[in-house]
């Protein structure tokens, strides 16, 4: 079992950046493939970005790509989304996710654990 616990959400003008974490515990955790989500008020989760279990393949939504980078550090079992040129769109609760599938999958789902959510907000 995997618990997750993100941070580094916050309020940031359009154009800003902002580095989201997540700490996994257990000491599985480089057998789960990692994914972030968001969902905005009104709106379903929506994957934003993926990292397969060494860390070496990632992918995102094509709303975010060239703006936000994963990762992770299996060593200290977290996972970062590195997120710049924020837009207002880009407003909403940020979830971190683990899934035991080799493969990262983009559907929220097929995901076996969640972490609490941190909330981004891009406003001036």
């Known amino acids: 079992q995997v618990q997750l616990v993100e941070s580094g959400g916050g309020l940031v003008q359009p154009g800003g950046s902002l580095r989201l974490s997540c700490a996994a515990s257990?000491?599985?955790?480089?057998?789960?493939?990692m994914g972030w989500f968001r969902q905005a008020p009104g709106k379903e989760r929506e994957f934003v970005a993926g990292?397969?279990?060494?860390?070496?393949?990632?992918y995102y939504a094509d709303s975010v790509k060239g703006r936000f980078t994963i990762s992770r550090d299996n060593a200290k079992n977290m996972v970062y989304l590195q997120m710049n040129s924020l837009k207002p769109e880009d407003t909403a609760v940020y979830y971190c996710?683990?899934?035991?599938?080799?493969?990262?999958?983009?559907?929220?789902?097929?995901?076996?654990?969640w972490g609490q959510g941190t909330q981004v907000t891009v406003s001036s």
């Open positions: 990292v397969n279990r060494s860390g070496d393949n990632t």
């Open positions: 257990g000491r599985t955790f480089g057998f789960y493939t």
């Open positions: 996710a683990a899934n035991r599938n080799w493969i990262v999958l983009r559907v929220a789902g097929q995901y076996d654990y």
